[in-house]
């Protein structure tokens, strides 16, 4: 890349905000120009967080979020439910489905969908290391929390061909449905018609 | 502020993006998860780029442009002409000026505009470098090249009254007219009494 600034230092920096994804020369130079006009400290913390953040983050052995320890907290944790493990696309999935505090099960993070056209296949995926988790054993329903795309359906059915021979464990997926609080007018027709297909007795829905 | 993240390391990162202007916390994780799957040495040169630039990027003891040393590349350029000053709001402004490669003078970084709103005055500015490099001697020409903002209009003024009574020097402004390229039912009204009020012979509009 040609240099666009005087500064050496400049370039770097806003050469390092411009490969994060979303943000553009423009912006990165807008930050660059923020920072350069905090105290010292502010800006050494920050760089100090991002180095901290690479170097001691890892991943959980078990269910491949992110983690500070070999094996991370939900998974070490006895109190949750090892017997139930839900599949889930990436680390931000965990925390949005941790951020309900409805869920008492264990995590599996695939790290990705299958995606054909981006190139992506299972062998690029935690499938592997979530099959031989199952068959260790110990595992009585496997939920398969993905998105409602093409990319999620594809995993999910070939996760689905790959653990269902496994005698003891059940294979689910998340409700497709009505947004609670959102009205029928709101609903696309796919949603709605899985929403009818799937529908509830009205009993089990007053004890949510 | 309350741990939003089981990770405290996390919770620093995304923090520190969510200080920069215009990112917010859902943001600022996106950023956060995309450099924890980069390789090591790329997330510990960002982090670099960042604490250098703010170390060791200063301002230009004459201009107040950023400058890595004392006095910066354009001031201590001798084929630049010292006896033009052009007065700019910020740093970015430099840049864009720089970029046309028609200006051959020198700058004055004001480092913002008198905004009694915002609680900036004339004190909170550059402006009595600016003066006093002036009365110093050498200067004959003072392009304000300010916003056509109020606060703009307003620092021009105060600059002017400032200025003005040293005999040798001559202040003027940046023509405001119509977008090379933009058709007159683009430009809006003020903007055309301007140019209207400002037109120049044709000939000149030839030479450009």
């Known amino acids: 890349m040609e240099q666009e600034f005087e500064s050496r230092l400049l370039e770097n920096a806003v050469n390092g905000f411009a490969t994060l994804p979303g943000i553009g020369?423009?912006?990165?130079?807008?930050?660059?120009?923020?920072?350069?006009?905090?105290p010292e400290k502010e800006v050494a913390d920050f760089a100090g967080a991002?180095?901290?953040?690479?170097?001691?983050?890892?991943?959980?052995?078990?269910?491949?979020?992110?983690?500070?320890s070999e094996v991370c907290p939900i998974c070490s944790n006895p109190r949750r439910?090892?017997?139930?493990?839900?599949?889930?696309?990436n680390v931000k999935d965990v925390m949005i489905v941790e951020r309900t505090g409805r869920y008492r099960g264990v995590y599996h993070v695939l790290g990705g969908l299958i995606s054909p056209m981006d190139g992506i296949g299972p062998q690029d995926l935690e499938i592997e290391s979530l099959v031989s988790r199952v068959r260790d054993g110990g595992v009585s329903e496997v939920?398969?929390?993905l998105s409602a795309t093409m990319e999620g359906d594809t995993t999910g059915f070939y996760l689905y061909r790959k653990l269902s021979p496994v005698a003891e464990v059940s294979v689910t997926v998340l409700a497709r449905g009505v947004s609670v609080g959102s009205g029928l007018e709101y609903t696309d027709d796919l949603t709605l018609s899985r929403s009818i297909e799937g529908r509830t007795p009205f009993e089990s829905s007053l004890s949510k």
């Open 25 to 38: 020369r423009k912006t990165a130079l807008r930050l660059v120009l923020y920072l350069l006009k905090r």
């Open 50 to 68: 991002l180095t901290r953040l690479r170097s001691e983050i890892g991943y959980c052995r078990e269910c491949h979020n992110i983690s500070e």
């Open 81 to 89: 439910d090892h017997s139930t493990v839900m599949v889930v696309e």
């Open 143 to 145: 939920i398969l929390a």
